[in-house]
């Protein structure tokens, strides 16, 4: 197995996303980076969220970063989440920023007004456990039910072309919570909190051979 790089922005709960991978894979090189040229050389790279998007897209250029990640997005097993999952998009409603454009699609805000199917009222962040239901079958769903229950928290979300479409979870809307293309599989929920799901989807991740 080769190295993995989860790229270091200046936010997000890096050293979680860290230790989750080294548990299931203690053998493999595994580097929290700021340097593009470690991004560059690493095998595999992930990308892990908490953070406000422009903040997020600030500091990716603050630090020389974006060449680097949309080099490993365009030929490297990568794995974005959360703001991850979201600023591979094109445009983020938070902050009205452009984010990297590697997908066509929107990053949009929940809605203050949604209600769950027992008429109650919705909670903007989506904070908690919910279950992820897969569009079609994918390495990195590899021995996790469909259904299965994953740990989320954001506010926003992305709007993209069905194509790209991994998976959806129902908060008040369907939403997409799941996309892959190629080398990319990015997710909206949180693995590194996710318990025995969140581990396995990681451990597919570092023996996936896109």
């Given at each position: 197995m080769t190295s993995v790089a989860i790229i270091d922005y200046g936010m997000g709960n890096l050293r979680s996303v860290a230790k989750?991978?080294?548990?299931v894979a203690p053998d493999l090189d595994v580097e929290i980076t700021a340097d593009p040229a470690r991004v560059a050389a690493a095998g595999r790279v992930v990308f892990p969220g908490q953070g406000a998007m422009p903040d997020c897209m600030r500091e990716l250029d603050r630090r020389g970063l974006r060449p680097a990640v949309l080099d490993a997005a365009a030929a490297k097993p990568f794995l974005g989440i959360c703001i991850g999952l979201q600023m591979l998009f094109?445009?983020?409603?938070?902050?009205?920023?452009?984010?990297?454009?590697?997908?066509?699609?929107?990053?949009a805000r929940f809605g203050a007004d949604m209600t769950g199917a027992d008429g109650a009222r919705l909670k903007v962040p989506h904070m908690g456990w919910n279950e992820v239901w897969r569009r079609r079958p994918h390495p990195l769903w590899e021995g996790i039910p469909d259904g299965e229950r994953f740990y989320f928290v954001h506010s926003y979300h992305v709007r993209p072309a069905a194509a790209?479409?991994?998976?959806?979870?129902?908060?008040?809307?369907r939403f997409t919570s799941a996309v892959e293309r190629t080398n990319i599989f990015a997710i909206q929920f949180h693995p590194e909190k996710s318990a025995q799901a969140g581990l396995r989807l990681l451990s597919n991740f570092i023996h996936w051979a896109p």
């Open positions: 989750a991978i080294e548990r094109g445009h983020s409603d938070e902050g009205d920023v452009p984010c990297l454009g590697i997908f066509a699609g929107e990053v790209l479409v991994a998976a959806e979870t129902d908060y008040g809307e």
